[in-house]
């Protein structure tokens, strides 16, 4: 018996159900790249442009060629490519450390999709 579990369908005029792969594997053919999300952490004192300018400052040196995709205020969001993620354990523990470093409160890193 055939599941589609995390399997993407498209369904034709006909009503035929093709099956393409697993999402997973999309991604990984088709996707973009990442996307970073990000939320410093403020006292009323802070200056919120020049935190977020130190925090890119230091994502730039882990991803080269990352692009601001928005930013507002303590929150932000990139543009990461693939080939700027060589280790998703460098990916993951640089965002933790800048939680300290940085005013860094939280963080979202996402595969485009």
Do not use: W
Request: glycine fraction near 4%; aromatic fraction near 8%; charged fraction near 25%.
């Amino acid at each position: 018996m055939f599941t589609a579990k995390n399997k993407l369908k498209i369904y034709q005029v006909e009503q035929k159900e093709r099956c393409l792969g697993a999402t997973q594997h999309l991604k990984d053919k088709y996707g973009s790249g990442y996307i970073l999300e990000v939320k410093l952490s403020l006292t009323v004192n802070d200056n919120v442009e020049e935190l977020m300018d130190k925090l890119e400052n230091n994502l730039l040196t882990l991803f080269p060629h990352m692009d601001i995709v928005e930013r507002f205020m303590e929150r932000a969001q990139y543009s990461i490519p693939t080939e700027d993620v060589k280790s998703l354990g460098k990916t993951f523990s640089n965002p933790e450390q800048c939680k300290s470093t940085h005013n860094l409160e939280e963080y979202s890193f996402s595969q485009n999709s």
